[in-house]
């Protein structure tokens, strides 16, 4: 009976595991939309893809050298940050998705990956052609605490983000700060951090230079052309 059941149960794991994989596919293609502001929600997930293929036209693999190491598309989109990021610095490759947007706009759009209070934290940010200031942005958790760190996956965090400028005048990378009370009008570096969910603000902000840094030297060498 018991080896009846296991088999029964591989046979059933074997079967949806396609199923799972596309939807994670899909779920992914969403998220890289939503950081240029392109919501899939109210569409069937079947048609994700075509979304996704109509605004994402181009992806790219850097190293911190800001060299192109890689081409192909399909690799790209298949990189794990959380396995990319625990191999020495020089192996690693980086994804950029390039985005054409409503007007021939590019926004280049680049994921994050850190962690919170309780887990690991993710997301992509997206940035206008001047490789500087953020078009968008879209964040998400495995398991922070509710009405307090998993708040980054709502609009009211995400949205101050758009506008903001990962480079000082001096052409420092200072990324943004996720200020704890509040950033100062007119901060170009500062967004408000979460009330109550300190621990989690500060992910968030860790995450995005430690990311960012990997990606400076691409950034620059295309940011004045």
Do not use: C
């Not at 009976?1 to 596309?22: C, G, R």
């Not at 509710?146 to 005048?169: M, R, S, T």
């Not at 300190?198 to 004045?224: C, P, Q, R, W």
């Amino acid at each position: 009976m018991v080896v009846v059941i296991a088999v029964s149960l591989t046979i059933v794991a074997v079967k949806l595991k396609p199923a799972q994989e596309d939807n994670i596919r899909i779920e992914k293609m969403q998220n890289i939309l939503s950081s240029v502001n392109i919501s899939t929600t109210e569409i069937p997930k079947k048609q994700v893809i075509d979304v996704y293929n109509k605004f994402i036209k181009v992806a790219l693999g850097v190293n911190n050298k800001g060299e192109v190491v890689e081409q192909d598309a399909g690799k790209i989109f298949v990189i794990e940050l959380a396995i990319e990021l625990k191999k020495p610095v020089e192996q690693q490759v980086h994804p950029v998705y390039i985005a054409v947007l409503e007007g021939n706009d590019s926004a280049f759009i680049v994921p994050l990956r850190g962690k919170g209070l309780w887990g690991p934290i993710w997301g992509y940010i997206s940035f206008k052609s001047d490789f500087n200031t953020v078009f968008g942005t879209t964040f998400d958790h495995k398991g922070e605490t509710p009405g307090l760190g998993a708040e980054i996956n709502q609009d009211w965090f995400e949205q101050p983000f758009i506008g903001k400028q990962i480079f000082a005048e001096d052409g420092k990378l200072v990324s943004i700060s996720v200020v704890k009370g509040g950033a100062k009008p007119g901060d170009m570096h500062g967004v408000d951090a979460i009330s109550g969910g300190t621990i989690t603000s500060d992910g968030v902000e860790k995450m995005m230079i430690d990311n960012l840094t990997n990606y400076e030297a691409y950034f620059k060498k295309h940011m004045h052309k």
